[in-house]
Every structure is written in structure tokens, then in C-alpha cells.
């Protein structure tokens, strides 16, 4: 059984960062489970204080980062409350080893009908059990956090997270073979709480990243709850305590090898690296590209996010070669499945990366003087062809279109800005195509080791690899030769 122990207890009030970490470390480090209401209570509180307009506080000088004071009784109180509304909910048949479906839907219903009834969903800090219990508001991760951590508290230590990039559900049954939507997703959805993760044509969608999502153990969904704190105190103001918490946090659980297989937790940590750097840790960069190995190791390289992390990265450090490759490798995971109207916020990072971002990059090196400008460079068109095939891609075969012409003109500008003698350099070669739902079309690529060859001579495609249902490279290039001979 987890537990809030001795050893625990001994620990309040707490007083500094390095209390907490010995708290999580004391949790972690125990034979028996970490207890996941705890922990929850613990990080919400703290987060809630320091990022709450109330949080008058003045930081006791001696402290030197000053925390709330986290008396024992408070978080008793909390811990207990939790406790309470979970067991005398839900009876318990100790006969069973194992959750049932029923028992899981019965926690989700009560979850679900003790939140307030309307509230703005998507605002900061309603991922805690802190946030449950003091304002009866959780988001989407946060309902899916506190029925677990409710099964838990049951004694159903085969309940677990189950985390896509934009969603949250459960799976249990003897070695996790069930699964059970638990919370809702998006705005305007029907709620599918108590049903089995699609096997129909959502399942194609990236909501589900195809079957491969972070089935987390308890220790995992330690990392889940600190990756969810969240430190913003506005939108452009983080409290400092908190973000240093959460980036100790990350480590000791990246220490003890449980941010493995969780990519997103990785990119978590190296968002914060960027921002301050920890003495004698491997530099943000490195923390990126494991993110990366993560993916393609455990899910068959079906998440986007550990590219676009990187690629965010390189994009802020004005390594705009680096920032294409990382985007055009992006954009070959999302080219394999199907858009659907759950994706949006996946939609949302790709619109922004090619009508903002690469746009911006554009103005910046055609308006500079700099010799090495990455227009000459026939690899970074390279990139930005892959980055645009695997969007058309993505959309080819989905009920939902996902270009239009909002698109183009961004597309068009940009290709153009590279001249015909740097495009001509660029080969592509196009390889048999790919048996499974998405054949190859305009460029084509094996699973990401692309055999783009910088040879010169025009552009090779066959005939039956071309689909004449949305741009190929010729048409865009065609439509940017346009561009150029009309300016
Ligand atoms: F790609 C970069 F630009 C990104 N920057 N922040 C990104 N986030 C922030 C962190 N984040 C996450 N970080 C850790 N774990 C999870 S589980 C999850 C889905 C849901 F919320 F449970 F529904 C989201 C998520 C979502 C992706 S991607």
C-alpha cells in the first residue's frame, strides 16, 4: 500500500524546495508504492500559494526561497478528505484482484460529479487534487490524475495513466489489457467516459498517437503530476520557486530513470535547462535528442512532440538548418495518420510552425546581408519540402481537410526565396510505394532515414508514384516558378 508515513511526516512543516524533493525522493525510493494523492496534494498546494494573486507572502530572508508554510495538518486534512470521498463512495469487493470496467466508471463518475458545474476549463492550475479538493476544479489531465489516483486509494494497483499527447485515459486488467475513457477531451465532445479507446477511425488520429501512447507505472505518474505543475504566474511571468521545484523534481525522477519512457517529461526538463542550467547536468540540447530516442525506442516514433520541442529549440537559438530538420522530421510522424477534428492542437502547433515561424526565419535571412544565409543551402529546402509533403500527406485520406488557402501564400513565399540553381540540387528520390493506408506521393520517404541525395539534375518521379489529389512537388514548385517569373 502507498502511504504517508513516518518518515513523511517527520519532514513538516516544510519549509524549502529541498524538503519537497526529500519528500518526493522518501515516496519514490520506498519499496511500496508512491502515493500519488499525496504528492498531488503536496505540489498543488505549493503551485496554488505562489501563483495565486493572494500569495502576499514575503519570503522569510533566511529561507532564501520561501515556500508556504506546509504545516502537517493541512495536508492531513486534504489527504484524508480525498480518502473519504473515494471510500465512501465506492464499495470495495476485496475478492477482486483486479479494477472491473464498472468500478472504474464509478471513481470517474464521482470525480465527475463533484466538480463545479461550469468552469473555464482550459485555465492554469486545475491539474492537482489540491485544485479538486479546495475548488472542486480539475482539467482534462486532471480528472484522468485523480481517478487513478482514487484506484489507488482502493487498493487497484492495476489501474494506470495512459497519456497520448493531448489526452488522458486509463488502462487496467491483469497486465493493463483494458482501457477506459475516464475524462473528457476538447470543448464541444460528447464525453466517452466508461467506453474502451477507439478501435474505429480515431484511432488513426493522432489524439490516439496510433495505439502507442505513455502507459505509465506509479512511478510515472509521479512524473505525470510534476510535469503537470505548472508555474505560470500570467502569461509571460513563471513564479520562480515554483519552475525550480519542478525542475528538481524532473531531475531526481530522471535520476531514478522513471522520465525513460515519457518523452514529454524530457522536453519538460529541457524547456526549463534552457532557461536555467543546472550545474554538472547535460545541456537542454542533449535532453531533446533523448526525448527523441525515447519516442522512436518505445513508440514506434509516432509522437510529434519531442521533434517540435527540439525544434522549438534550435528555432530560439537561431539554428534554422536544424530547426527545418527537426520540423520536416515532425512533420513524417504526422504524415502517417489521418486528420480528424480531435487533433486540433496538434493542427494548431504545424499552422503556427508554417505561417509563423518559417516565415519569419524567411524575412530574416532574405533581408540579411549573412553569407551563410540558409536560402543557399539546398538541404534546407530539402527540409522544407519534407516539412510541407508530410502535411499534404497527413491530409491525403482524411475525412477533414486540413489545407487551405491561408497556407499557400506562406508556402509559396517561402519556396520562392530559394533560387532555381539551389533548388536544382536538390534530388528526390522516390522509393516503391509504401504498402499500409498512406501510400508515398510527391516526396517520399522511408520511416525518417529520408534518401534526399544534394545531386544535381532535375527533380526524379515516376508517374504511378504521383497522386494527383493534392500538390506535388511539382505543382508547388511550378506554382513558385510562377511566383518568381510574375512578382
Ligand atoms: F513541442 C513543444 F513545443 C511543446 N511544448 N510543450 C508541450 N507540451 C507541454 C507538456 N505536455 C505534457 N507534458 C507531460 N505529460 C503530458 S500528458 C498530456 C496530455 C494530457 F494532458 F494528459 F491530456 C500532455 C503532457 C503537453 C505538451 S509540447
Same mark, same amino acid.
Given at each position: 500500500?502507498?502511504g504517508?508515513?513516518?518518515? $513523511?511526516?517527520?519532514?513538516? !512543516?516544510?519549509?524549502n524546495?529541498?524538503?519537497v ?7 519514490l525510493?520506498?519499496?511500496?508504492e508512491?502515493?500519488?494523492?499525496l504528492?498531488s496534494?503536496?505540489?498543488?498546494v505549493i ?5 495565486s494573486?493572494?500569495? =502576499?507572502?514575503?519570503?522569510? !530572508? ?5 515556500? !508556504?508554510?506546509?504545516?502537517l495538518?493541512?495536508?492531513?486534512? %486534504? +489527504? ?19 479494477a472491473?470496467?464498472e ?9 465527475w #460529479?463533484? *466538480?463545479?458545474?461550469?468552469y ?9 487534487? +489540491?485544485?479538486?479538493?479546495?475548488g ?7 480528472v484522468?490524475?485523480?481517478v ?16 497520448s ?14 482501457t ?18 477507439g478501435?474505429?477511425?480515431?484511432s ?15 512511478? %510515472? ?9 505548472n !508555474?505560470?504566474? /500570467? ?15 524532473l531531475?531526481? =525522477? ?22 536555467? &542550467?543546472r550545474?554538472?547536468?547535460?545541456? @537542454?540540447r ?7 530516442? &525515447?519516442?522512436?525506442s518505445?513508440y ?16 530560439? #537559438? ?16 504526422i504524415?502517417?495518420? /489521418?486528420?480528424?477534428?480531435? $487533433? ?10 508554417a ?6 526565419? %524567411?524575412k ?5 546581408? &549573412?553569407?551563410?544565409?540558409? =536560402? ?5 529546402f530539402?527540409?522544407? *519540402?519534407r ?13 477533414t ?5 491561408g497556407?499557400?501564400?506562406p *508556402?509559396?513565399?517561402?519556396? &520562392?526565396?530559394f533560387d ?11 522509393d516503391?510505394?509504401?504498402d ?7 516526396? @517520399?520517404?522511408? /520511416? #525518417? ?19 494527383? /489529389?493534392?500538390p ?7 506554382? @513558385?516558378?510562377?511566383?518568381?517569373? #510574375?512578382p
Amino acid at each position: 500500500m502507498a502511504g504517508f508515513r513516518a518518515t $513523511d511526516k517527520a519532514l513538516f !512543516p516544510i519549509k524549502n524546495i529541498k524538503t519537497v524533493v526529500q519528500l518526493f525522493r522518501n515516496q519514490l525510493e520506498h519499496s511500496q508504492e508512491p502515493d500519488l494523492s499525496l504528492l498531488s496534494i503536496v505540489a498543488g498546494v505549493i503551485e496554488n500559494s505562489l501563483t495565486s494573486r493572494s500569495n =502576499l507572502q514575503i519570503c522569510e !530572508p533566511v529561507e532564501h526561497n520561501c515556500l !508556504p508554510n506546509l504545516d502537517l495538518e493541512t495536508i492531513t486534512l %486534504m +489527504y484524508s478528505k480525498f480518502q473519504t470521498i473515494i471510500k465512501n463512495a465506492v464499495e470495495v469487493n476485496k475478492q477482486r484482484k483486479y479494477a472491473t470496467r464498472e468500478l472504474v466508471k464509478k471513481v470517474s463518475d464521482v470525480i465527475w #460529479n463533484s *466538480l463545479t458545474r461550469s468552469y473555464y476549463k482550459d485555465r492554469a492550475h486545475l491539474q492537482s487534487l +489540491y485544485s479538486y479538493l479546495s475548488g472542486s476544479k480539475l482539467d482534462c489531465f486532471g480528472v484522468a490524475f485523480a481517478v487513478v489516483a482514487g484506484c489507488q486509494v482502493l487498493g487497484y494497483n492495476d489501474v494506470h495513466l495512459a497519456l497520448s499527447e493531448d489526452h488522458a485515459w486509463v488502462v487496467f486488467g491483469e497486465n493493463g489489457s483494458e482501457t477506459a475513457e475516464v475524462t473528457w477531451h476538447g470543448k464541444g465532445n460528447e464525453d466517452k467516459r466508461g467506453q474502451e479507446i477507439g478501435k474505429g477511425v480515431s484511432s488513426r488520429s493522432w489524439l490516439y498517437v496510433n495505439n502507442k501512447p505513455v502507459v505509465c507505472t506509479r512511478h %510515472m505518474e509521479v512524473a505525470a503530476l510534476v510535469s503537470a505543475i505548472n !508555474p505560470s504566474l /500570467n502569461s509571460n511571468q513563471d513564479a520562480y520557486e515554483v519552475s525550480e521545484l519542478q525542475q528538481e523534481l524532473l531531475w531526481l =525522477l530522471y535520476d531514478l530513470g522513471h522520465l525513460k519512457k515519457y518523452p514529454m517529461a524530457i522536453g519538460n526538463l529541457g524547456d526549463l535547462e534552457e532557461i536555467s &542550467s543546472r550545474e554538472g547536468r547535460v545541456e @537542454c540540447r542533449v535532453l531533446f535528442e533523448e526525448a527523441i530516442k &525515447s519516442s522512436r525506442s518505445y513508440y514506434n516514433n509516432q509522437h510529434v512532440y519531442p521533434y517540435t520541442y527540439q525544434g522549438g529549440y534550435f528555432y530560439r #537559438n537561431k539554428m534554422y538548418k536544424e530547426a527545418f530538420e527537426s520540423w520536416a522530421n515532425a512533420s513524417d510522424v504526422i504524415r502517417l495518420y /489521418n486528420y480528424s477534428r480531435d $487533433d486540433e492542437e496538434i493542427y494548431k502547433e504545424f499552422l503556427e510552425i508554417a505561417n509563423e515561424l518559417i516565415p519569419h526565419i %524567411m524575412k530574416i535571412e532574405s533581408s540579411g546581408f &549573412s553569407a551563410n544565409t540558409i =536560402l543557399k543551402k539546398p538541404e534546407c529546402f530539402a527540409h522544407l *519540402l519534407r516539412f510541407y509533403d508530410g502535411i499534404c500527406q497527413w491530409e491525403e485520406g482524411s475525412a477533414t481537410p486540413v489545407l487551405h488557402i491561408g497556407w499557400a501564400k506562406p *508556402l509559396v513565399n517561402t519556396i &520562392s526565396k530559394f533560387d532555381a540553381d539551389v533548388r536544382a540540387q536538390v534530388n528526390i528520390l522516390c522509393d516503391t510505394v509504401q504498402d499500409g493506408a498512406k501510400k508515398n506521393a510527391g516526396i @517520399c520517404n522511408n /520511416n #525518417n532515414n529520408n534518401n534526399y541525395e544534394k545531386e544535381n539534375g532535375a527533380q526524379t518521379e515516376t508517374k504511378d508514384e504521383k497522386d494527383t /489529389n493534392f500538390p506535388t512537388i511539382e505543382a508547388l514548385t511550378a506554382a @513558385c516558378s510562377e511566383k518568381l517569373l #510574375n512578382p
